[in-house]
């Protein structure tokens, strides 16, 4: 099977991953060996990306996006 969608993130720079939940608040975790247990092509949400800047990715799920 292809996959038309791939968005390969590079979580090697990441140092925390904060989840912006759908009714407001935030979940942070930090990605101490937890890249290899994230599969964010199963999620359905966006991304911004700013682990270049402070090492931070920030997750909005769809419907808080």
Known sequence: MKKFF???LDLSKVNT???H??????F???M?????FIDFD????DVCD???IDGVLHFFPRGNA
């Not at 939940?21 to 935030?26: I, N, S, Y």
């Not at 199963?42 to 949400?45: A, K, L």
Request: net charge negative; charged share 20%.
């Open 21 to 26: 939940m759908p009714d407001g608040p935030t």
């Open 17 to 19: 991953l904060i989840y």
């Open 6 to 8: 791939v968005n390969q």
């Open 50 to 52: 700013t682990s270049d």
């Open 42 to 45: 199963m999620e359905f949400g």
């Open 28 to 30: 942070s975790l930090e």
């Open 32 to 36: 101490n060996d937890f890249d290899g």
